[in-house]
């Protein structure tokens, strides 16, 4: 690449490991989950959950059948203090689920956690500080020894609040950003700490090795969990528990190799959320293990739910292929494919076999609360892209990505009252009512336009509740001249978000389509949609239909 010198990046080292084991092993068991998406999740939204979204993703949680759950960093603020003391209080943590919580190894920070953690029965207290190389030298300034010597600290000081907690505590260490660590150094660190906490059979220790920033191909994280796993004292009563972020795009591979070299426990997300590129997606981790025979432990049965709860809570939108859950992972747009996957259902159909064999279909979306289809289909399942497809694939319109969600909740709500699928026209026909059958308050007569030297004059003829208005306006287009002679009536009450047009139809009768955004200070985003043979009288009908759509 231009302008990048010499030696601003360089290999990862290698790890020596001659003898490894994991590439001929195979995953036969589900790991211990643990999910974070209410900590490292929640720390690295636009907007923090706050309480309902939180008692929300952590009741869906329940239901998948997480045992193990981070609920915060209770210390660090006092909605997170809140949401466990929530928990406790109104006795929402079964018997048979760990509550976890994430701290650094600091006095008072620690004594907060113990404050919110009262009448927790069993509790992880995660305790964690950085160990790298860049670390060590950039953020803390401090030696390996004054490193251990943190550690240890914050070792001791949970050991003293523990004292007085009425429950059982686990701890689990984190040397935070492991891959950028010497294995040396994170296997001395960490059996500093399971010796000071006094490791034994009833008194096993959580070892959380996090690809903090994912920074080599996964066979390296892989190396580096065995090499881990056989200079770690007391393996026996060591939990070695991977949590990969996906900056290189592999957490998943990353964790699936680490599992294979003995990892027994995962940390992760739900859909990748998480700090920049995202913690792993467990969703994706289970169902590969679903499609190996291998029983996950989590009920991922209707993926719909999941994603609805997940992108409510954390107001991030999923990949409409997504592993798995993406609006278009169970649809063939392709004729082979179709024909490929048809025969392949039919085939089932008339045999016994239970092993599933469909050709380009992994999995039985069945299995997950999903259905095959061939072509996109309305429904009120269905979601936006599938609505802009049949419009655009039936009737030539391209919308704007930006107004996806605006046309899906117009059509979701007459497909939720109808309870069932929508045919082609009738999406046409809504799609019609809203933007060429608005009822107007505003109508166009007439719009002349000429240019002067990049400056567009216009002379606007309408109607506004009846009386007619001839106004002039002038700007840097037809758009913005019109905006300007509406100005007058319309003060500053919108503004223009954004513009887009194509054309419709072959070459002799093609008409012009134009959409416009406008802003209102009731709207944050209002579409209107013109259709004429001049390209800037569709934009000003665009504009104008926007309008009797914002302020009807
Ligand atoms: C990879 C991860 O995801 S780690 C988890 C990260 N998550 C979060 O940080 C979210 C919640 N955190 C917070 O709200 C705040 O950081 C708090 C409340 C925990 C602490 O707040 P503050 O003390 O005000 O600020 P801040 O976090 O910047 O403190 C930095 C200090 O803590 C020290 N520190 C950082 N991590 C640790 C640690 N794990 N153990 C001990 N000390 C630590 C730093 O060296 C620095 O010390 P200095 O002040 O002597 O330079
Ligand atoms: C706190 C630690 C485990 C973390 O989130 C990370 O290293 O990514
Ligand atoms: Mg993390």
Redesign the pocket.
């Known amino acids: 690449m231009k302008n990048i010198p010499q030696g601003k990046y360089r290999p990862y080292p290698k790890i020596d490991l001659p003898n490894r084991k994991w590439p001929s092993n195979r995953i036969t068991k589900a790991p211990k989950w643990c999910s974070v998406d209410l900590r490292?999740g929640n720390q690295a939204l636009i907007n923090p959950m706050d309480m309902n979204k939180k008692l929300s993703l952590y009741a869906l949680l329940l239901k998948i059948g997480f045992k193990e759950i981070e609920v915060g960093f209770p210390s660090a603020s006092k909605v997170e203090f809140d949401f466990l003391r929530r928990l406790v209080d109104d006795n929402l943590i079964p018997d048979d689920v760990t509550i976890q919580v994430?701290v650094q190894a600091r006095e008072h920070l620690i004594a907060k956690t113990f404050e919110a953690l009262k009448g927790v029965k069993k509790a992880t207290v995660h305790l964690?500080n950085s160990t790298s190389t860049a670390q060590r030298k950039i953020v803390f300034q401090k030696s390996k020894e004054e490193i251990i010597a943190l550690a240890l600290e914050g070792v001791d000081l949970v050991k003293k609040y523990e004292k007085n907690h009425d429950g059982e505590i686990f701890l689990e260490y984190?040397p935070?950003?492991f891959t950028g660590t010497e294995l040396e150094f994170a296997a001395e660190i960490s059996n500093a700490v399971t010796a000071r906490w006094g490791i034994g059979e009833k008194r096993k220790v959580i070892i959380?090795l996090?690809a903090?920033v994912e920074m080599a191909t996964p066979n390296v994280y892989a190396d580096q969990i065995e090499w881990m796993s056989e200079h770690l004292h007391n393996r026996e009563n060591v939990i070695i528990s991977t949590?990969t972020?996906n900056d290189r795009g592999t957490s998943v591979a990353a964790t699936e190799l680490a599992l294979l070299a003995g990892a027994d426990r995962v940390e992760g997300t739900l859909l990748c959320n998480g700090?920049r590129t995202g913690n792993v997606d467990i969703i994706t981790l289970a169902l590969n293990m679903t499609t190996q025979g291998v029983e996950s432990n989590l009920d991922f049965s209707d993926v719909n739910e999941v994603v609805d709860i997940v992108e409510r809570c954390t107001e991030i939108e999923t990949h409409v292929r997504h592993p798995y859950v993406g609006e278009l992972v169970y649809t063939a747009f392709s004729g082979s494919h179709q024909d490929a996957i048809n025969k392949g259902l039919a085939y089932r159909k008339s045999h016994t076999e239970v092993f599933w064999e469909v050709p380009y279909l992994p999995i039985d979306p069945e299995d997950v609360g999903r259905s095959y289809e061939s072509i996109i289909r309305i429904n009120s399942q269905s979601g936006k892209g599938g609505v802009a497809y049949i419009l655009e694939k039936n009737f030539g319109y391209q919308l704007p990505k930006a107004m996806h969600p605006e046309v899906g909740k117009l059509v979701q709500e007459v497909s939720d009252k109808k309870g069932q699928e929508l045919t082609a026209e009738e999406l046409f026909e809504i799609f019609n009512e809203n933007y060429f059958r608005v009822k107007e308050h505003i109508s166009l007569v007439d719009f002349t336009v000429s240019s002067v030297k990049g400056i567009s004059k216009c002379t606007l003829t309408y109607f506004h509740d009846g009386i007619e208005i001839v106004a002039d306006g002038e700007g840097n287009g037809p758009v913005d001249a019109c905006k300007d002679a509406l100005m007058k009536e319309y003060k500053n009450e919108f503004s223009i978000n954004s513009y887009y047009e194509h054309s419709l139809g072959n070459k002799s009768s093609a008409k012009a389509i134009a959409y416009i955004e406008i802003e209102t200070e009731d709207t944050l985003s209002c579409f209107g949609v013109g259709s004429d043979n001049d390209i800037a009288t569709a934009s000003v009908k665009a504009l104008f239909c926007a309008l009797n759509r914002a302020f009807h």
């Open positions: 490292d994430l964690y984190s935070e950003s959380n996090p903090t949590h972020h700090e």
